[in-house]
């Protein structure tokens, strides 16, 4: 392979890796609350004494109700950010049409603000208001503090779902295994123990999003859902016992 067919291919490799970094974020956390969720399902279902069918129906109901609401959340979500962006937008091209001289003034105070002077600032002035574009980027980023949100909100919403159905679909292989063929297994300690390596999985993941230490991430996600588990165990035994006793 030449050269540049060797770099070619890194480049490509590189963008499409870009391109999962985009929405890694969303993956992770949609993951983080998949598993959270269902394994708390399941082990409230087990603390209530509940029999395998009831845990897969549960379990199932569950994953895909708020799986579809927690995406749609992020939809709706960045889809308001982008409005908000683009109606501020407008309101800055509008200013900068009729009101061109307080513009201008106030990219004057911004980069004064920053240190720059004299004729070094006229200058830099000049150069951002000669070009209308560059002019409401700088107010909307400057000014305002707003970036634009780059990616698409369907994506967005879409890879929370793929990620809160995937991952938090590992509480429950065990439970849909032994309805297919009966397991002489204990299932919720399994359960566990793949629930466990899932949260393992993607706390490793989140530190690339939070750009922390790997074992950082793994304990907090695996410390987190055994919490949840916990709680939801003991109040299943313990409406379990109220309610049916």
């Not at 490799?13 to 993956?27: N, T, V, W």
């Not at 065990?174 to 063929?181: G, R, W």
Request: net charge negative; aromatic share 12%.
């Amino acid at each position: 392979m030449s050269t540049k067919h060797h770099e070619e291919a890194l480049h490509g490799k590189s963008g499409f890796f870009k391109r999962f970094e985009k929405y890694l974020g969303e993956f992770v956390y949609g993951g983080i609350d998949g598993c959270v969720t269902t394994f708390a399902v399941v082990a409230g279902s087990v603390g209530a004494g509940l029999e395998s069918s009831v845990i897969i129906i549960l379990g199932f109901a569950n994953l895909l109700a708020d799986g579809f609401a927690m995406s749609i959340g992020a939809y709706l979500s960045t889809q308001s950010e982008k409005d908000n962006y683009q109606k501020h937008k407008q309101v800055e091209y509008w200013e900068v049409e009729n009101l061109p001289d307080a513009e201008r003034q106030e990219i004057r105070e911004v980069y004064a603000s920053k240190g720059f002077e004299g004729d070094l600032l006229e200058q830099v002035v000049d150069v951002i208001t000669r070009d209308k574009e560059v002019w409401v980027d700088t107010m909307m980023k400057e000014e305002l503090e707003m970036q634009e949100e780059d990616r698409s909100p369907f994506w967005i919403g879409t890879t929370t779902y793929i990620s809160f159905i995937t991952i938090g679909l590992i509480p429950l292989l065990i439970y849909v295994i032994d309805y297919i063929s009966p397991l002489d297994y204990n299932l919720f300690l399994v359960a566990s123990i793949l629930t466990a390596l899932g949260f393992i999985v993607i706390g490793w993941l989140k530190t690339y999003v939070n750009q922390t230490s790997p074992l950082k991430g793994i304990l907090e996600t695996v410390t987190l859902g055994g919490i949840a588990a916990i709680v939801a165990y003991f109040v299943g035994d313990f409406l379990e016992r109220i309610i049916v006793g």
